[in-house]
């Protein structure tokens, strides 16, 4: 069993953040997707990745090759449909056998424990996003979810920095840890710098 958590708040007029965590069996999937900004249909092509990746995922496991096939397909998707804009992902499946994941851009997932941070995105690629029709996903593994998954946009991690996330999520209850990361970057005027999606989980 997990305990999850998700915030997702507007930087500007548009909110170009999408995110969603959801069980499949016994396995927990997190999907976020931050469209860019200064492109139109970046909110277009937020939204359809993460649908997309959620129509994808059946009932087993997907190993991380499986999650890189699915990222370029809908990148190649986009493109063809001549619709989109470009945007960030990173999926993540946690299952009994451990973590599988994949990403594009700089939104980011990493694990919090008593040991420090573990960056699972640290090799991502950064562009080209996906809905250029070049994007290179970029998988990770793990052995097993043994902290606090944090999956992020760049409204939190370009905002602050790693050791304030890490010492905010070590102190803090997890029910109120997510308001807590949100007010890292949150403006004394009560705006933000740019939209913000968090996603958490936890083994219970």
């Known amino acids: 069993m997990f305990a999850t958590s998700k915030q997702i708040h507007a930087g500007g007029s548009e909110l170009q953040d999408r995110a ?11 999907v976020l997707a931050d469209g860019a ?4 249909g970046g909110a277009k092509a937020a939204e359809f990745m993460v649908e997309g990746v959620k129509r994808r995922i059946g009932s087993a496991i997907p190993n991380s090759h499986q999650l890189n096939e699915f990222l370029t397909s809908l990148d190649q998707e986009m493109v ?3 619709t989109y804009g470009e945007t960030t992902c990173v999926v993540v499946v946690v299952s009994d056998n451990g973590i599988v994941g994949t990403s594009v851009g700089d939104s980011g997932a990493l694990i919090f424990s008593e040991t420090g941070a573990e960056n699972l995105t640290a090799n991502q690629v950064r562009k ?3 809905g250029s ?5 970029v998988n990770f593994t793990r052995s097993a979810l043994d902290g606090t998954l944090l999956v992020a946009s760049d ?14 999520i070590l102190a803090s209850d997890f029910e109120s840890v997510a308001n807590k990361l949100v007010g890292l970057v949150r403006y004394q005027s009560g705006a933000l710098p740019d939209d913000i999606s968090i996603l958490l989980a936890r083994k219970t």
């Open 128 to 130: 080209p996003l996906l």
């Open 37 to 40: 900004g200064g492109l139109s």
């Open 133 to 137: 029709g070049l994007a290179i996903p």
């Open 155 to 168: 409204g939190l991690l370009k905002y602050t920095s790693q050791e304030k996330i890490t010492a905010t």
């Open 20 to 30: 969603e965590l959801f069980l499949n069996g016994t396995n927990l999937i997190l």
């Open 80 to 82: 063809a449909h001549g």
